[in-house]
């Protein structure tokens, strides 16, 4: 069982910025970041395959939100700018076992437990 653990969350406010880490026990196929805002769905904020380096972050946080891969520690950093109140959220990191780039959440073998991210207005 991969372990995945993330840091870096915490309080900011409108405009801030904030950087998450994720470390992970093993190399997955491929690792991303995801987000849960309270009352909605679990959506992806961005996504790394670790062989063929493929980067995708969805087009609405494009320039506000970049991944890169973290090599020392198996894992991928989340960097955020110009937080907005709408990025309030719990913060996932998630790795799949094998296969290609894939977007869903259901779609993700290993979880961590979560960092939260408060942006006040």
């Known amino acids: 069982q991969v372990q995945l653990v993330e840091s870096g969350g915490g309080l900011v406010q409108t405009g801030g910025s904030l950087r998450l880490d994720c470390s992970a026990s093993?190399?997955?196929?491929?690792i991303a970041w995801f987000r849960r805002a309270a009352g909605k769905d679990r959506e992806l904020v961005g996504v790394i395959t670790w062989e063929s380096r493929i980067r995708y972050t969805p087009n609405s946080l494009e320039g506000r939100f970049s991944i890169s891969r973290d090599d020392a520690r198996n894992g991928i950093i989340l960097q955020m700018k110009n937080l907005q109140p709408e990025d309030t959220a719990t913060y996932y990191c998630a790795g799949r076992k094998d296969g290609g780039l894939r977007t869903q959440p259901q779609d993700y073998d290993y979880w961590g437990q979560g960092t939260q991210v408060t942006v006040s207005s």
């Open positions: 093993e190399r997955t196929s491929s």
